[in-house]
């Protein structure tokens, strides 16, 4: 719990004054609301973002400033694992819930509520050999006494399944599309990408140090896309570590930042542990 709580002053501290970005960067409203509201989920929950991957997430700005983000258990974890749902006023956390409040989560995973025990476990074991089968199961048997739907399958928080949706020569057409607005080079929106990892995420020095451009399967780092209507690029970033053996850690995965084209401003990030039903 220690740990937990050095993390929680961490998170608040970049999140506090990261301002409005920093002298080369701009932050859009939801990633100050998502940032916040994951540190909530660690403070309340003990959800890391490791943990996060078994979630499919929604933010919603609801208008008069009041924000939620919501995040649903995926697949069959759904019922053992419920939502939550942190809300905002004017940038500010004003409730964190969970559907399981209440319940033991005693038991590990004989548990019909699986919080922060249970995840961590989960991770521990997923890390070790990438098999989420037994662990998915356990979790379907529980949930098929209550008749219990599936949730949402896992997805990319910003663009859900946009660029598996695409053919080669679609995708190639929309990149083309989008990048005819870009106005500042690629070197420009990788070194956006990157700084706003860095701001926004806990880093260990060897993981900032090793973080390198991703590709997604055939496709470059760098494609552009639409979010909610706006020309976005998307840079892909992995913590690489070359030919070094290490087991997973917190912080280990992909990143996705997304910039509007024309500005460079961020609107939206995403951490994946590469653990969940897709790892």
């Not at 905002?88 to 964190?96: A, F, H, T, Y």
């Not at 919080?115 to 037994?134: C, K, P, V, Y």
């Not at 190639?172 to 870009?182: G, L, P, Y």
């Not at 209507?229 to 850690?249: D, K, N, R």
């Amino acid at each position: 719990m220690k740990r937990a709580w050095i993390l929680i002053v961490m998170l608040m501290f970049m999140i506090s004054t990261a301002g409005s970005g920093t002298a080369d960067v701009e932050f859009a409203p939801r990633v100050y609301a998502e940032s916040k509201a994951s540190a909530a989920l660690l403070e309340k929950y003990g959800i890391t973002g490791g943990m996060q991957t078994y979630f499919s997430w929604e933010y919603l700005d609801e208008g008069n400033g009041k924000e939620s983000v919501l995040a649903y258990g995926i697949g069959p974890l759904n019922y053992v694992l419920g939502n939550y749902t942190v809300t905002l006023q004017n940038g500010e956390v004003q409730s964190v819930t969970w559907t399981h409040d209440g319940e033991s989560t005693e038991g590990m995973f004989e548990s019909e509520a699986w919080g922060s025990r249970q995840m961590e476990a989960m991770l521990e074991e997923i890390s070790a050999t990438f098999d989420t089968m037994d662990i998915f199961s356990v979790a379907a048997d529980i949930a098929q006494k209550y008749d219990w739907v599936d949730g949402p399958v896992q997805s990319s928080r910003i663009l859900g399944n946009d660029v598996t949706a695409l053919d080669p020569d679609a995708f190639h057409a929309r990149n083309m599309e989008v990048f005819s607005q870009a106005k500042l080079s690629m070197e420009e929106y990788e070194s956006i990408g990157k700084e706003t990892i860095q701001t926004l995420y806990l880093l260990t020095e060897s993981q900032a140090r090793n973080l390198v451009e991703e590709s997604y399967e055939d496709y470059a780092n760098l494609y552009g896309a639409y979010l909610d209507g706006t020309p976005v690029i998307i840079v892909w970033f992995g913590i690489g570590y070359g030919e070094e053996e290490h087991g997973w850690m917190e912080g280990d995965g992909t990143y996705t930042v997304a910039m509007d084209a024309a500005t460079g401003r961020v609107l939206a990030t995403e951490y994946e542990s590469g653990l969940s039903a897709n790892g």
